[in-house]
């Protein structure tokens, strides 16, 4: 059982443009959901996060929106940059659990200069 | 500030054969995670260990999967008699405490099999 479903799989976006990926989760214990990156041949890296008490969060071009009651968050990434090409992971955990992450299976995104 | 470093970067293998990867979490980090990111995948949680205990290893998929933590630093994930299907990229992570939020990755380990 998938307990974290990312879409779209790939993603396509001009220069300029805004990248946009979604996440639902299935476990109500969950409350901490982290976005990752990861750019071929290094390890995922902690781009943004979000917990549950608030609906958005944005860091620079980043922004987590999340949706409580449908249990769903977002990506969105403002003014894409070809240095942005790379691999996007949601995850979610509970802070009662042991911390593992539960991670979406990613999106490949490509910035087009 | 070093982060997390595992070796080897790549190892390629014949099937039945053993292999020991190894993870060097970040100094002062309790915490530390295995996880397998098979080819299009997304990462699959395969334990963890809060100091050198790891209470659960629910995640290691067979019974050819070990791992073990000593001196509350390196970690070390052993599969034996490996097959095909443990082909994958393996990547350890660590926190400072079990449950703190976040985790730093390492480059990860290549593993082939042959």
């Given at each position: 059982?998938?307990?974290?479903?990312?879409?779209?799989?790939?993603?396509?976006?001009?220069?300029?443009?805004?990248?946009?990926?979604?996440?639902?989760?299935?476990?109500?214990?969950f409350d901490y959901?982290p976005?990752?990156?990861?750019?071929?041949?290094?390890?995922?890296?902690?781009?943004?996060?979000?917990?549950?008490?608030?609906?958005?969060?944005?860091?620079?071009?980043?922004?987590?929106?999340?949706?409580?009651?449908?249990?769903?968050?977002?990506?969105?990434?403002?003014?894409?940059?070809?240095?942005?090409?790379?691999?996007?992971?949601?995850a979610a955990s509970s802070r009662?659990s042991?911390g593992n992450l539960i991670?979406?299976?990613?999106?490949?995104?490509?910035?087009?200069? | 500030?070093?982060?997390?470093?595992?070796?080897?970067?790549?190892?390629?293998?014949?099937?039945?054969?053993?292999?020991?990867?190894?993870?060097?979490?970040?100094?002062?980090?309790?915490?530390?995670?295995?996880?397998?990111?098979?080819?299009?995948?997304?990462?699959?949680?395969?334990?963890?260990?809060?100091?050198?205990?790891?209470?659960?290893?629910?995640?290691?998929?067979?019974?050819?999967?070990?791992?073990?933590?000593?001196?509350?630093?390196?970690?070390?994930?052993?599969?034996?008699?490996?097959?095909?299907?443990?082909?994958?990229?393996?990547?350890?992570?660590?926190?400072?405490?079990?449950?703190?939020?976040?985790?730093?990755?390492?480059?990860?380990?290549?593993?082939?099999?042959?």
């Amino acid at each position: 059982q998938q307990q974290v479903k990312q879409s779209p799989q790939s993603l396509i976006v001009q220069k300029g443009g805004i990248s946009i990926i979604n996440c639902a989760y299935e476990n109500t214990a969950f409350d901490y959901f982290p976005w990752y990156q990861q750019f071929p041949g290094k390890g995922p890296a902690l781009l943004i996060a979000i917990r549950p008490d608030v609906s958005e969060k944005k860091e620079g071009r980043f922004t987590i929106s999340f949706n409580k009651s449908a249990k769903q968050f977002s990506l969105h990434i403002m003014d894409s940059q070809p240095g942005d090409s790379a691999t996007y992971f949601c995850a979610a955990s509970s802070r009662g659990s042991q911390g593992n992450l539960i991670f979406g299976k990613g999106t490949k995104l490509s910035v087009k200069p | 500030g070093a982060g997390v470093s595992q070796s080897p970067s790549n190892k390629v293998t014949e099937k039945g054969k053993d292999v020991e990867l190894r993870c060097d979490p970040i100094s002062g980090h309790t915490a530390l995670y295995w996880y397998r990111q098979s080819l299009g995948q997304g990462l699959e949680f395969l334990i963890y260990f809060q100091g050198n205990s790891a209470p659960d290893k629910s995640g290691l998929p067979s019974d050819r999967f070990s791992a073990e933590r000593t001196g509350g630093s390196v970690s070390t994930l052993t599969i034996q008699r490996t097959q095909q299907e443990d082909s994958a990229v393996y990547l350890c992570a660590s926190s400072l405490w079990t449950g703190e939020d976040e985790q730093f990755f390492g480059p990860g380990t290549r593993l082939t099999v042959l």
